[in-house]
Every structure is written in C-alpha cells, then in structure tokens.
C-alpha cells in the first residue's frame, strides 16, 4: 500500500500562528493548574471565576508585553533591558492590583488592602517573568537560526558562483588562436574546413555556456564535448595532436563535473603537443575502481623535466616574456573537486615510467541510469582538406 510523503512543518514557520499555540497552552496551562490547586484546597465552584479573570488579565497584559518587547528586541542592550524591566514592572503592579480588587470582592472586603496586594505580587511576578523570558529566549532563537539560514544561503550562493567562475574559466589563447586559424582559412578561401570549425567552436562554446555550473554529465557526454574540442585544436596541430581514448563502457554512464577533462587535456596541448616538433599523443583513460571511477590524462610530452614544468603545475604561460595566466591551470580542477567532493577524491600528478606527464583523478562512482535532456554538443565529421 502507497504511503503518501509526510513533510513536517516548522512549529515556528508561521510566528504569528506559532506565537497564539504558545499563548493559549501557557495561560491555559496556568488557569487548570490553579483551578486543580483551588480544588485541592477546598475552594467553592465560584473561586473559578477569580481564577478565570486573573488568567484573562495575564493574558491581556501579555499581548501588551509582546508590543513592547518587539519594539525593543532588536535595540541596544541597555535599551533593550531597561525598558524591559519599567514596563515588566508595572505590568506586575497593575496584575496584582487587579488581582487583589479581585480577591476583594470575592471575599467581601470593599477596602483596599496593601498586604493583600504584596501577598499576590510574588505569582504574578512569577508568571509575567517567566513569560517575559521565555519571549526573549524564543525570538533570540529565532533570529539566530535566520542568521544560521542566512549565512548557509549566503554560502551555497558563494560556492555556486565559485564553481561557475571556475567552469566558465576558458582559456582567451585558445579562442584567439581558434579565430585566427578561422580567420586564415577564410582569406584562403578554404570555406568548407573554415565553416566546420566555427560550427565546431559554436557548438563547443554554447554547450559552456547552456548547462549548469554545478551540473553533472555522464563520462559519454563528456568524451563527446572533449572530442568536438579536440577537433578545433586538430586544425591548428594536424597530425602532431594524436589522441587515444581508453573508456571502459562500465564507466559511460559514470557521473563527473561538467567539463572537467578539457583544462586537462589543453594542459597537455600547451606543454607536450606544441613544445615538440613531433606533436605528442594524449590519452584519456577511465576505469572502476572499487566504488571509484578513475579518470587519466596521460602524455607523452616532456613531462617536468622541461623547463616549463613549474608553469605547467601553476597554469601560468608567458606570453612576449611576460607571465600569463591561462585561467585553466590544474589548480583549476583541484578547487572545482574540492568544491564538489570535499575530501572524497584524489587527484595526483606523475610522470610514468615510460615518460611523459598524467594527471590521475579518482572520484565516487555515480551511476546515471537515464540521461536528463541536456544541451550536448553537436557530432560532426571530421575536418577535411
């Protein structure tokens, strides 16, 4: 049998209505209690009345209190206390006035009585006390847990536009050069390679700029963006970019941060590829690895022996002798895992024994079992001519 969901509410999401629940089961609480004690003593059906009218008059004076104190709650503290204790105590003055008229009557005394007076003080003190208390402790509560809520909003906000910041880091060289090698194909009336490869970044660019920041894709969909990239930077590198993808079909539907592998592999662009006369082959690799999915980026570039190695590990370039930030360094990739996963990743860099350079990232195994329509880049032909 279907169970329907239970969402409980917060006692406190509605105040007003919150603030009436309390008033109602305090002073109700205090009027049976003293009734139950007037019975206990022997106390005649008509001692009721009095007990009625003093609950009411607490009551009433309580509503005034909860006007004062929310004009003074948020004030300096010495505002704040010593008005609260001027207002408190005529409020307790004038309930054991009502009070001891009360009594009066009921007793048949038509004389004021000042021992009768400071006889009732002491409860109605007592009670207008620990009604003033419990309002200022429940209301500081409150606008604790508000800041509380405040601050982790404030937080999620900041996190999110970190990540976005993050993704969105794109490298200018990479456009530049892109647009360049458009730029000549064009003036060497090469229309038909020239159009691909602004289709291509067209569709590189707004598969960025479409899903979400913080949004996760599948390792399919993933190979299939850094394919589409790939093939805008075969234009300029031609047979000196040679890839490999080792995927094992276990992790396709394995779930990583959007574009997580493209800084990896124009790192390895920028420092193995475009050093070397001879291009170099870039691999990227995925595997199960217990409940982990691990991901490598490998090259065979000259890895950190080169000159340029501290760049390389910094992400930063030099551009006409001046240093440049690329944006898209791998302490790109090691903010955006802390960010998604906190402490429950690995990233590491190495050289392997055969030479080169390889990233190694190892993430919690999240399996999508069916893809949510999402803006994915578009598959085209390979570049001709």
């Not at 937080?155 to 990540?163: F, H």
């Amino acid at each position: 049998m279907a169970v329907l969901p239970f969402r409980p509410i917060p006692f406190f999401a509605n105040k007003n209505q919150a603030f009436w629940r309390l008033q109602m089961a305090g002073w109700g609480g205090a009027l049976l209690l003293r009734t139950m004690s007037g019975l206990a003593n022997a106390k005649t059906l008509s001692f009721l009345v009095l007990v009625l009218i003093s609950t009411i008059t607490g009551l009433s004076l309580t509503l005034i209190l909860s006007v004062v104190y929310r004009n003074l709650i948020n004030r300096r503290p010495l505002v704040t206390w010593g008005v609260t204790a001027l207002v408190l105590s005529v409020a307790v003055a004038l309930y054991a006035l009502v009070d001891a008229w009360v009594n009066g009557l009921y007793n048949g005394d038509q004389t004021f009585d000042v021992s009768r007076v400071i006889g009732l003080i002491y409860l109605d003190a007592t009670l207008l006390l620990a009604w003033s208390a419990l309002y200022y402790m429940i209301n500081f509560f409150l606008q604790i847990e508000e800041q509380n809520d405040q601050l982790i909003q404030l937080e999620n906000q900041a996190t999110s536009a970190q990540l976005a910041m993050l993704r969105y880091q794109l490298n200018p060289h990479f456009l530049f050069n892109t647009l360049n090698s458009i730029s000549t194909l064009v003036l060497l009336k090469q229309t038909e390679p020239a159009n691909a490869m602004l289709s291509r970044l067209s569709s590189f660019l707004r598969y960025t700029l479409v899903n979400e920041p913080a949004g996760r894709v599948t390792v399919a969909q993933e190979v299939e963006t850094l394919k589409l990239y790939l093939e805008i930077e075969r234009m300029r590198f031609e047979e000196r970019l040679r890839t490999a993808f080792r995927i094992d079909p276990a992790t396709e539907k394995a779930l990583l941060p959007s574009l997580l592998l493209q800084p990896l592999v124009e790192n390895a662009i920028k420092y193995a590829v475009g050093p070397q006369e001879a291009g170099a082959e870039i691999t990227i690799s995925t595997q199960l690895v217990g409940q982990n999915l691990r991901i490598t980026v490998s090259d065979t570039g000259p890895g950190l022996q080169s000159t340029g190695a501290s760049n390389r590990l910094s992400g930063v370039t030099f551009d006409g002798g001046e240093p440049v930030s690329t944006g898209v360094g791998l302490a790109n990739i090691r903010d955006r895992l802390a960010q998604a996963y906190g402490e429950d990743h690995r990233f590491e860099t190495m050289e392997p024994p055969e030479g080169g350079f390889a990233v190694l990232i190892e993430l919690p195994f999240e399996r999508r079992e069916t893809a949510p329509a999402m803006s994915q880049p578009e598959k085209r032909p390979a570049l001709t001519g």
